[in-house]
């Protein structure tokens, strides 16, 4: 899994010259976004948010046209600074092409770009500090506890009895000469001598299928190493559901099941360490964003309730959490605190609020919609005043199961499709011998063929004869195995190979799609409903997850899995679970972000509603035109 | 070890009739602390401060000169209801004999009699409530835990990972009907049906010879098993100077230590519960008075710095403990908490501040003077409005070392000494053959020795001859062993046996006990110093742990131990660590008000006062008269 942090996947419309460096962006993006986005720092205590004014820009006076100022700029600025092109860049929005002039930067603050283009000002919840403290005598019997916590007064730490058990060696060893760990506000080491210079956490993206690690330099904000590895906890299957059922039918499987998960948190632990050059003791914080199901068995918590309706999560909200509880007390400090992010609902868990977080869905006044396509499929649809969720039972397509040809998105899997009526090329993962379909080429398959008219709008495959007369170069493609119809992608060896033993796409694939984009779009809209708006309203779409990267924007919209809005405006968010994680680590302001989100998003429950159904046979269709 | 509720062992001065049963107090005290030290109940929410106006009592309207109302009771009270004789037994003070009526109970609050006659009204830390929860369904997907929280509100507790792990099976096998159990500000449990009825929690007097145990009902606060045994780490060593040098020895003599602690606890604590018919799992709290060493041993802290100057402590306040931290995990519930008393110096530790809380020294307009005699002597000088604590370095005269024919204070050993010129008379504790000199025995019998003019103001054997003639009915026990003269208490079998064999007390002896008495009365000459006061203005001696409680309290003064009061204000005020760690178990104000001493209470180090050997010395003979 690749960490997608360029949004400009499909950069369009507006192009920028920051300093002279061209970069191109989605029309309707800010300034400071833009910029941030392209890794170009600008100045900023407030993090774009209006309030620092301090991202001082200049549009260079001979652009025509230049950018109107809004009224935060009247007032940060004179009128003659104005006229000379002055603006804040987080209030300047790009809808045409610009050149600007960034000043060196002045203000200290340390920020780092995560997210999807997010500026986040460092502040991490590792504190540490160099402490020279004063020898005890007959005169000063101040406890060495006190006189640790007389110079972190303004941290205000708690103590920890761990640390307690050996503080008075460590002082009297280090000559009181002692660098205090604090994270958050908890003493959770006494290290002799300075060590102020290293600190570390690691973002966990812990999802169903890979698990990515990404190991933090918490003083630079810099990822130093990340690493990928399929979930251990696979052979139990490939769903959350195959997964809670195992710990319903075996007494076992729920130690076992977080057993795995742990594992995998470890194993990928000590991989960043040793590739990022860190000793695990360097490690004081980590976070884990996960869905419901997987946070639950990692903590070891019974996940029976979240597997049948209510739907019922043990809880939202966790509570103080230890490294050494979710598996890593070797592979950590083992003093290591987790954040875990909470979630909305069994089914739209602390991935997507995670998500959200590194999104800024909460903070963006256009209206957004952003999904997570999946076996289980979330969806938020809103902006900084309201925000709505739901989750929809997408079902195994886009992971290429049940897809009699598909495949994981892995080396080999085709990911691209192209059509035209004279020909189909196909772009495969790792350049190799195709041998399978992935969720996007799945998804580009069928928007070909049905804007090739070689799909109906119901999705049937046309008569045979048809087929051969609108598209003459896929002749032959479009065949049969025993009753069924199916569509050769690729025919496997040097001759043509029997269709059993190509790779197609068959007429019951055709509708495992349409029953999962059915179910998506069925969520989108109801969301819409519950807001009084209709698709046109929405500003963007942000894809997340990896299969959001894989596909194609046109193709998403040709088959209606997102509304129908201008393709520059579906984006490929990336990994926004993981990149929320960094940015708890990174900024305890963006991790309170991420905890307040769990009051403003409403939730919508789909399952009770009695219009479901109908809704979804209504979305059943490929949209016309 | 017995603990010793009853400080009217020397009753004097003021009758009072308490709905005509009579009972003989100190002058001086209020009449509600003068009917809860004899267990009859006087409604009152807020203890006996004077805040609630609860205490109504009726001084009969024939006892002649009524207590005059005071400024409170003008509050409280119309003008002809005061005439009538109603007062608030808080607020008025026992100076004469008087007959009260109490009004039949009508408050609530239960309250016990805990400490040195401490009205203690119960609010424990722990609490258990009885919910019906509402079961979850499409319409409500509240997490459960968020369902358990919301009729918990009012306590608003934290969450703890553990609970969360069965929450969900827990609710739903109890079909919703369940108790959960608050420990302060923790959800610890939550327990399928109605446990209410069930809470108890036990109280550790952690001593460095006998460890203590209490098995409390917190519901009623009634004792339901009390154990005591040695501590296990003797072995190591009677003082704690000796179990501190070994973990400088030795590497692994901490943990053993720790170890040996921990299973002293978990012993007794199967005892106590075996013996109350109490499942391990209904102990929710514990509480641990124990001086800075034990404590810092049982957690496992490193005591090092405490066993050389400047005597510094790891830490005087302890974080949250859990029970497992003290070795408890198998023995209470899993989750259970560890109250542990914090320490005022390394010398005068969490068992001292548990007895001022038992003693109410904080509380008390009286200057009183605290002393816990041991090897280590602690003592407290103060009232109210100031406290000031010391430690004196009083050696193992007292625990029987260091006396040729001294030994413990258990069967066999002389415990108390009474002599006139024509006989000596000895109480062994067991009613046994004795064994040896316990302290107070050795107490006594110097007493005497100087009564009868046997030992001369200095502490020197008189001549033989001459004391034949001051007490010819002791002729013959003050005789020689080699060089050394010493004085015989008891011979051994029917002949009288050589000097050699028999229970006798050395000119060496004599000096051990005036070097110790001689350390602690330096102690609290300089804290009346420090106060600006005289031993004229102590109002009351307080003799705390096992040793105060056999000591005689005439004795002590005719030896200047304690300063020359009035026989019947100095007072056994037995185990008062247990009895403080108990309090704490069943008042979270009270355990606050422990907690509040640590501010309250000024630590006088002796040890780099230079004119403390000038004073020794003068406190070396006894006190003439």
Known sequence: ???????????????????GRPVRVPSGVTLFDAASWNGI?????????????????????????????????????????????????????????????????????????????RQVILRPAVQKRYLELAEPSLADQASDAERVLAQLEDLEPRTELAVLKTLGRTLREADYKVTAVVVDDVLIAVEPGDTTGRRFGIAFDLGTTTVVATLLDLSTGTPVAVESMLN?????????????????????????????????????????????????????EVAVAGNATMTHLVLGIDPEPLGMAPFIMSTRLFPEVLAADV??????????????????????????????????????????????????????????????????????????????????????????????PG????KVIGDAEPQGLCGSGLVDAVTGLVRLGLLDASGRFIPEEEAAARAPGLAGRLTRIGQERVFVLHWRGPEKSAPEDSIYLSQRDVRELQFAKAAIATGWQILLEEAGLTAADVKQVLLAGSFGSYL??????????????????????????????????LSLRERAGGLALLEEVRYVELSDRADFNDRFVEQLPFPGG
């Open 327 to 420: 598996g890593l007390a070797g592979a950590v400090h083992p003093r290591s605190r987790a954040v875990v992010f909470p979630a909305f609902g069994a089914y739209v868990g602390g991935d997507i609020t995670a998500g959200l977080l590194a999104s800024g869905m909460d903070r963006d006044a256009r209206v957004r919609l952003f999904v997570d396509i999946g076996t289980n499929c979330e969806i938020v649809l809103g902006n900084r005043e309201w925000l709505l969720a739901t989750a929809a039972p997408a079902g195994p397509a886009f992971e290429g199961a049940a897809i009699k040809c598909g495949m994981r998105a892995a080396d080999g899997a085709i990911e691209v499709v192209t059509m035209t």
């Open 552 to 585: 194609s924007a046109a193709s998403a919209i040709r088959i209606g899995l997102v509304p129908k809005i201008p393709v520059p405006r579906v984006v490929a968010a990336g990994n926004v679970a993981g990149e929320g994680a960094k940015m708890a680590l």
């Open 41 to 117: 720092a600008i100045d900023s205590t407030c993090g774009g948010h209006g309030t620092c004014k301090k991202c001082r820009i200049r549009i260079v006076p001979n652009s025509d046209d230049p950018p109107a100022p809004t009224s935060l700029d009247i007032r940060a600025y004179t009128a003659a600074e104005i006229k000379d092109g002055w603006r804040l860049a987080c209030r300047t929005i790009a809808t045409r092409d610009v050149a600007v002039e960034v000043p060196p930067l002045t203000t200290r603050p340390k920020a780092a770009t995560v997210g999807v283009g």
């Open 232 to 284: 251990k906890q696979q052979p139990f299957g490939a769903d959350v559901i195959t997964r809670i059922s195992a710990t319903m039918m075996d007494p076992g499987a729920l130690d076992k099941l977080q057993q795995l998960a742990q594992e995998t948190l470890a194993e990928l632990a000590r991989a960043v360490c040793a590739h990022g050059g860190v000793q695990p003791d360097e490690v004081y």
């Open 423 to 426: 020909e189909l090329s196909l």
């Open 1 to 19: 899994m690749t960490v997608t942090e360029d949004v400009g996947a499909q950069p369009v419309r507006v192009n920028l010259l920051f300093n």
